[in-house]
């Protein structure tokens, strides 16, 4: 088969593309809005693009069409936030807050989880997560439909146990984030893994 996602398919492509590029990492995005109040929110369009500065990027799409969501609109005000990775503890969390709210109620309130004050950002991170990137904004670009937040990393925290103190080498059985796979519902965990070295 063959798509056209200029033409044809157009308005297929978000299905087409969201079910093929995977498995994705989960970047649930807290923010803080003007009046205080903690924003969360889950992306899956979102990936690591550099380390030099560190760079981070997710596309938080629209509320409705020319509508930022929330989370876009806090950075774009404040111009900080924290990258909050996603194991499977805090998985049924992490989806429930992909709910659309009212801008001045969070999606963490009665959410049982903890949050951390952040260190270089005003934003907090959630305890419960293996791991949080902490970001300032670099830019945000619109393509059309599309919102691209780039960060820049700044600092980041990650549970006792994941990274060797000494080597700072991943422990890839202390690490087990989940994938995001096809839309609308589904997901992989990563138990499975397999090494394949590089030739010289």
């Known amino acids: ?4 996602l200029m033409d044809e398919h157009a308005g297929e492509a978000y299905k087409i593309l969201a079910s093929l590029v995977t498995p994705r990492p989960i970047a649930w995005v807290t923010t803080v809005n003007a009046e205080g109040v903690v924003n969360a929110a889950p992306f899956s369009f979102f990936n690591v693009f550099g380390s030099n500065p560190p760079l ?14 929330d989370t876009a609109l806090n950075i774009r005000e404040r111009g900080e936030f924290v ?7 805090v998985a049924e969390a992490m989806n429930a807050t992909a709910a ?9 309130e009665n959410s049982g989880l903890n949050l951390l004050a ?18 300032k904004k670099h830019s945000i670009l619109e393509i059309g439909g599309n ?3 780039i960060g820049i990393v700044q600092r980041v925290h990650v549970r006792d146990g ?5 080597s700072h080498r991943l422990d890839p059985n202390s690490y087990r984030p989940i994938g995001r796979m096809a839309s609308p519902h589904w997901y ?13």
Do not use: Y
């Open 56 to 69: 981070v990027a997710f596309a938080p799409g629209n509320r409705e069409p020319g509508v930022p969501k």
């Open 162 to 166: 994941i990274f060797d103190p000494e």
């Open 1 to 4: 088969m063959t798509f056209d």
């Open 118 to 135: 952040g260190e270089s950002v005003r934003v907090p991170r959630i305890a419960e997560c293996p791991a949080a990137l902490e970001c």
């Open 188 to 200: 992989c965990r990563t138990e499975e893994l397999f090494e394949m070295k590089r030739p010289d």
């Open 147 to 149: 919102r691209l937040v």
């Open 100 to 108: 659309s709210l009212p801008h001045d109620q969070s999606e963490l």
């Open 83 to 89: 990258i909050n990775l996603v194991d499977e503890p």
